[in-house]
């Protein structure tokens, strides 16, 4: 690990709290990326705070104002908490939902979600080190398919129809972000899809895929079904490096790969375009936990430190790709230390989960 001695750079960053466990994890992400900064000899973050969800809806009439979308535009990247967006009252609650728009708006295409067990964190297949491309714009999530409305209609109060959407353009740069991801790791790619059925559009989503790897010939291939890929995931998911998916297939298999890995409390991700990027843990909002110090933070500071990462590889900044590693290792050092909240078996609260964190990153063990 290097120590920087000075930073060119003081990046803005967005806080959006959101709802349920939210304003609980995302503060202590925020505490954990402070003292990684600091470690790292970076110019403190200048953060915003945004709203968003609930107190969005209260405070401004809409669960992702206006406002809150132009402002990020301005920042150099934002950390997203989770939104309860079932339990919004009407008109919110059928309205695409906040990270949904975000989404949209940004073109954020590439939901990068890794699943990755640590020593002494609970894994169902320990060894599990694999990350999940998922495409984050079309396919079978109608509700973020189309320009305008979404796939999703009812001629009838009986029938309910919806559409899937699959390009060419929209596979290739999910390809593309998957096969440069493996090429950094362990040169695998698994292509997701429901080929035999779906045979046109997520054979077109497989095509696709397997032509952008002709690309990358160090990178070895192969493809399962997704209802296959189920099974192959609870037996041996320790044999997996990077899962490229649609959306929908994506988001199914990413909550079984975070279980598997020790808990969804543990599963981070990162969603970003080729110029902005969001961390976004890869759980909900845990209502049934809500407010109770008893959410595990780890998902959200791994997603942060995802963040810190794109953003250090994009702006060429060693001290936020050296806060990033400093964030991992801090989290690793706490769980095999044998501090654990209570989905991964412990009994300690996200407070003092994430103060054991701050701590391992200022001591530097
Ligand atoms: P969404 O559809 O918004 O992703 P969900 O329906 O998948 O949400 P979650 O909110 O992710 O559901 O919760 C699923 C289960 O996992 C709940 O029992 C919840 O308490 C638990 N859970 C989720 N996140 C965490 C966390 N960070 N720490 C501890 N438990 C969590």
């Known amino acids: 690990m290097t120590t920087s001695s000075s930073s060119s750079r003081t990046f803005r960053l967005g806080v959006l709290n959101g709802d349920g466990i939210g304003p609980e994890i995302v503060p202590a992400s925020v505490a954990v990326v402070d003292a990684a ?99 984050n714009t079309e396919g079978f999530y109608a509700d973020r398919n189309t320009y305008r409305g979404t796939g999703e209609m009812m001629p009838t109060p009986d029938v309910a129809i919806m559409h899937g959407i699959i390009t060419r353009a929209g596979t290739e740069k999910i390809a593309h972000a998957a096969f440069q991801l493996a090429r950094r790791r362990r040169r695998k790619v698994t292509i997701v899809h429901k080929a035999n059925v779906l045979k046109l559009t997520t054979g077109l989503f497989r ?18 079904h997704i209802d296959a890929m189920t099974v192959h995931l609870v037996r041996r998911a320790d044999e997996f490096d990077v899962l490229v998916t649609e959306n929908m297939f994506g988001d199914i298999l990413s909550d079984l790969a975070g279980e598997i890995a020790g808990s969804l409390g543990i599963a981070p991700s990162v969603n970003s375009s080729d110029t902005h990027a969001m961390a976004q843990a890869a759980h909900g909002s845990a209502p049934d936990i809500a407010g109770q110090d ?72």
Request: aromatic share 6%; net charge negative; glycine share 12%.
């Open 207 to 224: 095509d696709v895929c397997r032509e952008v790897g002709r690309q990358y010939p160090e990178v070895e291939v192969d493809d399962f």
């Open 37 to 135: 900064v600091t470690a790292a000899g970076g110019a403190p973050i200048a953060w915003h705070e945004l709203p968003l969800g609930f107190s969005a809806i209260e405070e401004h009439g809409s669960h992702t104002p206006a406002s809150t979308l132009k402002a990020l535009e301005d920042l150099d990247g934002w950390l997203l908490g989770p939104h309860d967006s079932a339990a919004y009252p009407e008109p919110y609650r059928s309205q695409l939902n906040p990270s949904g728009t975000i989404r949209k708006h940004f073109g954020l295409f590439a939901n990068i979600r890794p699943a990755k067990a640590f020593e002494g964190g609970n894994a169902v297949v320990p060894g599990t080190d694999l990350v999940i491309a998922r495409e």
């Open 294 to 365: 008893k959410a595990n933070p780890i998902a959200m500071i791994l997603s942060s430190a995802m963040l810190l990462e794109w953003l250090g590889a994009r702006h060429d900044d060693a001290h936020l790709t050296d806060a990033a590693r400093r964030m991992e290792d801090g989290v690793a050092r706490t769980v095999r230390g044998g501090m654990a909240t209570r989905d991964l078996g412990g009994t300690a609260g996200c407070g003092q989960f994430t103060a054991a964190v701050v701590d391992a990153i200022r001591s530097g063990r």
